[in-house]
């Protein structure tokens, strides 16, 4: 099956951070593979911006380092034709230098796009200055990174701060999880298929675990890490926004107000929850392999490397459903997925088999996209009846021709920030709510001066999260099984 390239308008899409690791790792190389396939036009120009000093030659040999290393793969004549639509003009983001220069690099009659790749504190000052020198026109748009503020009055800082000189239309708040092939399959599953909606629901779902776990630790942020945490790095942001595609109802349309009005139902309706219902951890040191706080450089830290806790909706459609989300670092495997458990047969009609085991849809984002369901079958062959659970197993890479490259989600994501389609970021007040529903939790850990348990590198957690499943009388799904 090959996907089909529309090509977007042409377009000026400025940098602001440039030469930053997200811009040289993601952004930059997934602009590329746009270029590539022919998504991006011949007129479309990137315009990097830091406050290091270079030219645009400098710089391009910096990007085609960057497309070289972090690009799945590239072809060295159209890395040289993708090169000249880039250029770089050197920008102070908080002060004057440069801004006069930016402004003559852009032109007035195609798409204009401002990406702030750069930390959150520079954002409203950023805006500022592109209203002052006239650049934010009506039609501009302006992207910004995670986090989006650590609390709920900061997000609204930066809300107030980005509405001051831009309209929501024109804001586009970034997750990238959003712009992963199955998170948005998820969503063709629900919403285009009447097999799965019927029973979607809490009669027929016992309950929904949803899993991003990860390898690697704190890696070389310990010190940006150390002031957030699994609960404000990940739950807030990614897991929140899984739950609420898991869990929302289906929106009259698919557009982007349509869809994200629906989202903010499910964040509003989150109940408070019960610090017994929330586990906390932090990765031990391990055969030579320094603890977390070796990693983050501080030993009295009380910030979670790892967290897992059972939320519930209170709504219709959810009622006694609880949806467990966990997320950690240095853990088994890196694996990210969404479980919907559902309810055990109510009867068996075959004897001396044992208690049935209901059937799970697996939605699984990394590794190896694609969609699973367990199934009960008859154990193949004479000799008695027996059952075996089997998957019904869908891997993207294999349904969709093995030939075709995986895309990274930023490359969608910013093509759909020229075609001006909102409907994968998030909007002002999704941000917020999601903070409103966070920030209680973790004051109430701070209050209470509550320490994170220790887990071993390379296990599925700390104790404490399997007793969280276990007093329920379920199990977490094995990590990397
Ligand atoms: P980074 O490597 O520290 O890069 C920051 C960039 O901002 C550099 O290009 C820096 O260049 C520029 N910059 C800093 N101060 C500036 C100023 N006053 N005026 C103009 N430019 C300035 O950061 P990053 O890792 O790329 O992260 C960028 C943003 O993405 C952050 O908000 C981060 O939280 C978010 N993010 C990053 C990742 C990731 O994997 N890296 C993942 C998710 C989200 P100069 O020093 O030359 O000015």
Known sequence: MVSRVIPVHPFDLVLFGATGDLAQRKILPGLYHRFEVGQM??????IGTARSDMDTDGFRQQVRDAIQKFASDFNKDVLDDFLTRVEYVPVDAL???GWKDLSGALRDDVVRAFYLSVGPNLFPGIAKRLQEHGL???????????PF??????????????????????????????????????????????LFEPLWNATHIDHVQ???????????????????????????????????????EPPSKFSPN????????????????????????????????????????????????????????????????????????????????IAVFFRDPPHTIFPNVGPLRGNVLVIRLQPDEGITLRTTIKDPGPGGFRLSDVSLDMSFAEALGGDVRAQDAYERLVMDVIRGDQTLFMRGDEAEAAWAWVDPIIQGWEERGDRPSRYDQGSSGPEDALMLMHRDGRRWRQIGG
Not at 41 to 46: E, S, T, V, Y
Not at 136 to 146: C, G, L, N
Not at 174 to 182: A, C, M, S
Not at 215 to 229: K, L, W
């Open 210 to 248: 949803i899993t991003v776990a990860e390898t690697v630790g704190v890696e070389g942020r310990g010190a940006y890490y150390d002031q957030s945490g699994a609960m404000r790095d990940m739950i807030q942001n990614h897991l929140v926004q899984l739950l609420c595609l898991t869990a929302m």
């Open 149 to 194: 503020g650590n609390d709920l009055a900061s997000a609204k800082g930066l809300n107030a701060g980005l509405r001051a000189c831009f309209e929501e239309h024109q804001i586009y708040r970034i997750d990238h999880y959003l712009g992963k092939e199955t998170v948005q399959n998820l969503m063709a599953l629900r919403f285009a298929n009447s």
């Open 41 to 46: 036009p011949q007129d479309a120009r990137i």
């Open 95 to 97: 002060g004057d230098a």
């Open 258 to 337: 349509a869809v994200r009005d629906e989202k903010v139902k499910v964040i509003e309706a989150l109940e408070p929850v019960s610090q017994s219902d929330i586990a906390r951890g932090q990765y031990r040191a391990d055969k030579g392999d320094d603890s977390y706080l070796d990693h983050v450089g501080n030993p009295d830290s009380a910030t979670e490397s790892f967290i897992a806790l059972k939320a519930h909706i209170g709504n219709w459609r959810w009622a006694g459903v609880p949806f467990y989300l966990r997320t950690g670092k240095r853990l088994r495997a890196r694996e990210s997925e």
């Open 136 to 146: 934010a026109t009506p039609d501009s748009r302006i992207v910004v990174e995670k």
